[in-house]
């Protein structure tokens, strides 16, 4: 590591020091090695530097990253004092550090929104089955958005407990609006398809209505015949006006839009 690197991050006022951040961040993701050693060095000893500085590195903790930051990530995921354990869980999460996951699973009583929002999405990269039982509770957190992180990692997660769970809360709506479940559902794809297709057939227009969402976010011709029969001939309509027939037209602008990029990345 250049000596100059290092010193870049004590030296000067923090805006000055921030600008190098910014500055070596950019090298490191050009490859830079020394830039990226600079930045291992900052997490590796957090106290000795700002906490604007390490948070907005964590922010890009996947441009320098590695095995070697095990230790201090985990340290900084459990220092209350130092106070950014949000950022340490970005950190965790970039290097696929799963001995995280109890200190993750803990900090889902953390009194800041960012610490428990950062815990569950690190729980749902780190894709550790044991973790459903802790994030199924999250599905019914008083924040939307806590509940569409938890919705989103249960999908990532996969499994039969995962699937449970979410369609557990498609079944028993304990919410209006329930997208995050169906954006979810669809990660099940194939095998959630005929589920949903029965969910289509139901007498609860609420459950037609996000069985239709849920249908085209899988991308999967095998619900087209549903999604078209939806739109034409469904009036039904749900508890917050909307209409099932629009859902299912929008589904199927959705499935169409992901089978396109699909077709252009394999390309």
Not at 28 to 37: C, I, L, M, P, R
Not at 46 to 58: E, G, I, K, M, T
Not at 69 to 79: I, K, N, Q, V
Not at 205 to 231: C, H, I
């Amino acid at each position: 590591m250049n000596p100059a690197d290092a010193r870049s991050l004590h030296d000067g006022d923090l805006e000055t020091r921030e600008e190098n951040l910014r500055l070596l961040l950019a090298r490191a993701g050009e490859g830079d090695a020394s830039a990226a050693e600079a930045l291992r060095a900052l997490v590796r000893d957090y106290p000795d530097y700002h906490r604007s500085l390490y948070s907005r590195a964590l922010n890009r903790a996947s441009v320098f990253g590695d095995d070697s930051l095990r230790e201090p990530l985990l340290a900084a995921l459990a220092d209350t004092r130092y106070n950014c354990q949000a950022w340490a869980a970005m950190g965790c999460a970039a290097i696929g550090a799963r001995e995280a996951v109890p200190g993750l699973i803990a900090m889902l009583d953390h009194p800041q929104d960012m610490a428990r929002e950062q815990a569950v999405i690190a729980l749902g990269v780190l894709g550790d089955a044991s973790t459903v039982p802790a994030l199924v509770p999250v599905l019914h957190d008083v924040s939307a958005g806590m509940r569409d992180r938890a919705a989103e990692a249960l999908g990532t997660i996969g499994g039969d407990d995962a699937l449970a769970a979410l369609w557990d809360e498609f079944e028993n709506r304990r919410y209006y609006r329930i997208g995050h479940i169906a954006s979810a559902l669809a990660t099940f794809t194939p095998d959630i398809i005929p589920r949903l297709c029965a969910a289509a057939e139901s007498k609860d227009a609420d459950q037609r209505y996000w069985a239709a969402v849920a249908l085209g976010s899988t991308g999967d011709d095998r619900a087209v015949p549903t999604l078209e029969r939806l739109m034409a001939h469904d009036r039904g309509s749900t508890v917050f006006d909307g209409m099932v027939s629009v859902a299912a037209k929008k589904g199927l602008r959705t499935l169409r839009r992901i089978q396109a990029a699909i077709a252009a990345r394999e390309s």
